[in-house]
């Protein structure tokens, strides 16, 4: 049965689910998910768990994401990307290189984001895209989220059909943040602060955690060749590795609990893998005081009528 991580370059127009499609019909399994959504707009890297590696999709979601992304400043949209009609134009003559920095230096480091109001964020069990498609005023809560880097790699300018008087700019940039983070947001709010409305016409995300474009392979490659990276492979460039006697590996089989790790710092948020003198990915480990306890065990691939991985017991 495999069981591992597929790092897809997704396509421009396809949705995170239809990927999701797709690679079940590749791997001819129904047990499959993805990391963090990508819009239809977005290409580049989706991280597809297939079985047993499903399982660690929970601690991938939540990891570090760089994108490359062009900015348009002087038009705003409806959707805060090149997908939404236009809902304002602006003249941005008078907005200098020097500004344009200044207003990027002012959305890096912790800042309180407002989600843009088509996301998938629900609201009353209802998705915000949803609502603002049947009419509704959506406002969303802002949310603390971690701007890394937000570095210009070039600043164009152009004109819009009416001529030069309302040209708009165009900036690329590479931002790396954390999850939760709404690239599109970032667009919208530096032209709110240049005050001439900006929006988000390209996005690529080139790194999820550890997962790099480098990796990532079109659909039509793994259409050829289904590259999976092998679970144990993907748990260790993801998490803090432990190494397990035999014994220790054993016990872990049955969920049971061992002796904390050497530096006990191991959580069931940020958990360790565990791995049997063979190589094979066991559990993933939280320490509690003095044992370390399986937060999640991995029993060898199931035959017949066997289940798979299960949630160890409390």
């Not at 915000?128 to 937000?150: C, K, M, N, W």
Request: net charge neutral.
């Amino acid at each position: 049965m495999l069981s591992g991580l597929v790092i897809v370059d997704k396509p421009q127009g396809w949705t995170s689910h239809d990927v999701v499609g797709r690679m079940r019909r590749l791997a001819g399994t129904r047990k499959v998910g993805h990391a963090g959504t990508l819009d239809p707009m977005a290409t580049g890297v989706l991280v597809v768990g297939v079985n047993k590696a499903t399982r660690l999709l929970t601690y991938i979601v939540g990891t570090t994401k760089t994108y490359d992304a062009t900015i348009r400043l002087g038009v705003s949209t409806v959707t805060d990307d090149a997908e939404g009609e236009p809902t304002h134009t602006a003249t941005t003559a008078a907005v200098t290189d020097a500004a344009i920095r200044a207003g990027i230096a002012t959305l890096t480091g912790p800042i309180s984001q407002v989600p843009s109001s088509v996301s998938a964020i629900k609201v009353n069990g209802e998705r915000a895209y949803a609502r603002v498609r049947s009419g509704e005023d959506v406002q969303l809560a802002a949310r603390p989220v971690t701007i890394h880097s937000f570095d210009i790699h070039a600043i164009r300018r152009g004109e819009h059909e009416n001529g030069p008087q309302a040209g708009y700019i165009d900036v690329d940039a590479t931002v790396e943040c954390s999850s939760g983070t709404y690239i599109r947001a970032l667009a919208r709010d530096l032209g709110a602060g240049l005050a001439v409305g900006g929006h988000l016409t390209a996005l690529r995300r080139t790194s999820v955690g550890p997962y790099s474009i480098a990796q990532a392979r079109t659909l039509e490659q793994l259409a050829e060749k289904l590259d999976i990276l092998d679970i144990a492979d993907a748990a260790r460039a993801l998490m803090p590795v432990r190494e397990l006697t035999a014994e220790e590996a054993a016990e872990l089989s049955f969920g049971r609990r061992i002796p904390a790790s050497p530096d006990g710092l191991h959580t069931a948020a940020n958990p360790a893998a565990a791995f049997a003198p063979d190589g094979t990915l066991t559990a993933l480990l939280a320490d509690v005081g003095r044992h370390a306890k399986p937060v999640l065990v991995f029993p060898p691939d199931p035959g017949p009528g066997l289940s798979g991985p299960k949630e160890a017991a409390q």
